[in-house]
């Protein structure tokens, strides 16, 4: 699934292929990905226009269209965006291309379909992250400090809650309390202001270092680079790593460098 660092990757895609061409032709191939606007709608709004500064909240990205509304993707488990080229046949899973220029299409590209695409003005774009939380690369520490303290639920649960935290999901909450030592299955509220102020130095340098990789990257030295090998170790200790179900979500830590303190 697409977390943020990803959707940062996208963003950078954006405005490398886009970001003040003309935007010459919208092409819907798959009306299912529209939320709110119809394709004839989509294409009025922003053919003849410019693709603005892209912005990203979270897992949200943002792409201002000039003078004009606000493109708005979200890009679900399986969707990313891809910079090609007009001439270039479309994929199976490419849903709406963007003719940008002469020489350039972005593809909003997507096989599971479970989001998509929103055109809104700046009333609709509050609407649509009302209830998103601080962008986890934004957060300052003492509001992350705050917002965890003021959570009963598990520790990972309340990482991947959006409405907590914008952008992390299931294998950067993984990987962060790997490296800060957290059990997964431990409460927010429990930590100590020491715990907290760990998991927030390391979830600052595990996003630092995904944005660079453009994604989560399965590495030698990192939890992620282990969890889906058929008999897991942990990179730091060498013991079994275990695996759980967490809010129907598999869930991998290390028992030896994560105790159960409790």
Known sequence: MPELPDVEAFRK???SCAKGRVIR????????????????????????????EPERHGKW??????????????????????????DEAPEAHDRVLFTVGDDRQLRYRDQRKLQGLWLADDAGLERLLDGQGPDALAVDRDEFEAALSARRGRVKTVLTDQSVLAGLGNLLADEILWRARLRPTGRASDLTE?????????????????????CVPPRDSWLTGHRDDPSPTCPRCGNTLRRSR???RS????????PDDS
């Open 246 to 248: 967490m809010a129907s």
């Open 13 to 15: 895609v954006l405005e």
């Open 194 to 214: 020491a715990e907290r102020r760990r998991l927030y130095t390391h979830m600052r340098r595990t996003l630092r270092s995904a944005v660079t990789a453009g």
């Open 61 to 86: 990205l943002l792409a201002r269209i000039g003078d004009g509304p606000t493109l708005v993707l979200h890009f679900g488990m399986t969707g990313e965006l891809v910079c090609g080229s007009p």
């Open 251 to 258: 869930t991998v830590w290390c028992p030896h460098c994560q």
């Open 25 to 52: 032709r919208v092409e819907v191939r798959d009306a299912g990905v529209l939320h709110g606007v119809s394709a004839r709608r989509l294409r009025e709004a922003l053919e003849g226009r410019r693709f603005g």
